[in-house]
């Protein structure tokens, strides 16, 4: 074998080697999700979304003061604590605060923590609208929408790093988020989710809503109100952030109407 053979099969060993180290490293952080039935490419494991999502709360707290209105955040955890114990993501123990904020607002940060604005509060009516906003943000967490928005927002230059090392990336991001500012936290929170997510957080709160006993005319209620307070340029912030509104009220409008036949024996189960 001459010295030219001798060094193209060397080379080929490592590519080999290369694309071995590269596709059992993606395989790690394939895993199957419950809420979205699929397969997926996640690099924060559960308990990093839980790390990152507590070192969130710190900042949140330096923002935004928490209500001190016993009586609507009693009422916001019974509905939210009653929605989570029928979701899919049960690697999270759900956090649910209420905002002293006149905004209509309502948002979700890895690991199950959901917030929600008084002033979005207080302009729902019944449990059933509020439950309708709570489970659409459960749903954005179990189908673990919001992991990758932080993931992504965090940047995926690491990404090559990480697959052919053993680095803990939880532990990584979650440092990054812990130097982060309030502030620039929110800008990772304020984008929007994409049309697909939106569809399937929606799709996930009929299921979450219906499994958990509520009026899923409630979905519509809530949608009907947002609607209702979109002036022309001034729109709420909850619909910046979730958008495609219109479109997503004639798709979740069918998802109510097969949701008995679809979650009963779920229901059975339960
Ligand atoms: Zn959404």
């Known amino acids: 074998m001459t010295n030219k053979h001798r060094y193209r099969s060397l080379f080929l060993i490592f590519c080999f080697l290369l694309i071995s180290l590269f596709l059992n490293g993606c395989a790690r952080f394939k895993a199957y999700n419950v809420a979205t039935e699929r397969y997926e490419f996640i690099l924060l494991s559960p308990e990093a979304e839980v ?35 029928v979701s899919d993501q049960k690697a999270y123990d759900y956090h649910f605060f209420l905002i002293e904020k006149d905004e209509l607002n309502a948002f979700t940060t890895p690991g199950g923590y959901v917030y929600f604005f008084t002033g979005l509060f207080d302009k729902l009516e019944t449990d059933d609208a509020i439950a309708s906003v709570v489970a659409h943000e459960i749903g954005h967490n179990s189908a673990r929408h919001i992991a990758k928005k932080f993931q992504a927002a965090l940047g995926y230059k690491i990404v090559g790093s990480i697959i052919l090392s053993t680095v803990d990336m939880g532990g990584a991001f979650a440092t990054q988020i812990a130097s982060m500012s309030a502030s620039a936290l929110m800008n990772i929170v304020s984008a929007s989710f994409s049309r697909q997510d939106e569809y399937e957080a929606d799709s996930l709160s009929v299921k979450y809503m219906f499994l958990a006993g509520y009026d899923l005319n409630g979905i519509i209620e809530s949608f009907d109100i947002l609607m209702a307070e979109s002036k022309g340029s001034s729109v709420p912030a909850w619909l910046r952030t979730h958008p495609f509104i219109e479109d997503r009220i004639e798709v979740v409008k069918e998802e109510i109407v097969f949701a008995p036949y679809r979650y009963k024996e779920i229901q059975k189960n339960k």
Do not use: M, V
Not at 54 to 80: A, F, T, V
């Open 51 to 85: 790390s990152i999502g507590q070192d969130s709360h710190k900042s949140i707290l330096k923002e935004y003061k928490i209500s001190s209105d016993g009586e609507k955040q009693k009422r916001l955890n019974d509905i939210g604590k009653r929605l989570a114990g």
